[in-house]
């Protein structure tokens, strides 16, 4: 079983839409989560951290359940510019390590 | 800020030559970073943890003779390739932790790496 898993799509959205990504981890120790962006054959880029309460940063909004050890991501008002495809990421503060999701893609479509 | 340069973006080499990859912390020292490989439509896998100043850790199944790990300053690291083979063609992605809480963790830009 991998430590992050996320369903790997793609999902093909339609502008506007409202998406959810889901991603569980395995490892009880983790303390820091996070959503990283990555567009074809770039860098990832942090899109969010994810705290305990659940976050909000514009159309984005990541939710953090610990008793599930479960992330998730919703992205509002899609727009094409969101096609990427969505990294869910979880640290241990100790060695500092992230163990990332295997990543969902999302397709936003005129 | 938060800036993590990595040099070269790309790179073509022949099997059998070492190929140098550099990592740069501009703006703020990185007591370690992170090497990741990502093959396509795959995710990145951790390879090594790097440390200023001690041996690097290496992840099961990472030849540390081949891929050697210097951090030699706080705000330089540099993997090497060494006698490269078609099947290390890869994405090679650094990575360095700035202030979490705002920055979470800065990656490099990436080097694509074809070994013909």
């Known amino acids: 079983r991998k430590e992050v898993e996320q369903d790997p799509g793609p999902f093909n959205v339609p502008e506007g839409a409202t998406v959810a990504f889901n991603c569980t981890y395995s490892?009880?120790?983790?303390?820091?989560f996070f959503w990283y962006r990555q567009d074809c054959r770039k860098e990832p880029k942090l899109l969010m951290s994810?705290?305990?309460s659940g976050n909000e940063d514009g159309r984005f909004t990541a939710q953090l359940n610990r008793a599930s050890q479960y992330i998730s991501l919703l992205i509002r008002d899609s727009k094409l510019s969101d096609s990427a495809t969505y990294l869910c990421?979880?640290?241990?503060?100790?060695?500092?390590?992230?163990?990332f999701g295997g990543g969902t893609r999302l397709m936003v479509k005129p | 800020g938060a800036v993590v340069s990595q040099h070269p973006s790309w790179v073509i080499c022949k099997s059998g030559t070492s190929v140098k990859i550099e990592c740069r912390s501009l703006?703020?020292?990185?007591?370690?970073m992170f090497w990741y490989r990502q093959f396509p439509k795959q995710s990145l896998m951790l390879m090594a943890t790097?440390?200023?100043?001690?041996?690097?850790?290496?992840e099961q199944g990472v030849e540390k003779d081949k891929f050697l790990i210097n951090h030699a300053s706080l705000t330089l690291s540099t993997l090497t390739v060494t006698s490269a083979h078609p099947e290390d063609s890869s994405f090679y992605i650094c990575?360095?932790?700035?202030?979490?809480?705002?920055?979470?963790?800065?990656f490099g830009s990436g080097t694509r790496l074809t070994v013909v």
């Open positions: 790097s440390n200023e100043g001690s041996k690097a850790t290496y």
């Open positions: 703006d703020f020292q990185a007591t370690t």
């Open positions: 990421v979880a640290g241990v503060n100790v060695g500092n390590m992230l163990t």
């Open positions: 990575s360095a932790r700035g202030e979490v809480e705002v920055y979470g963790y800065t």
């Open positions: 994810v705290y305990s």
């Open positions: 490892n009880s120790a983790s303390q820091s």
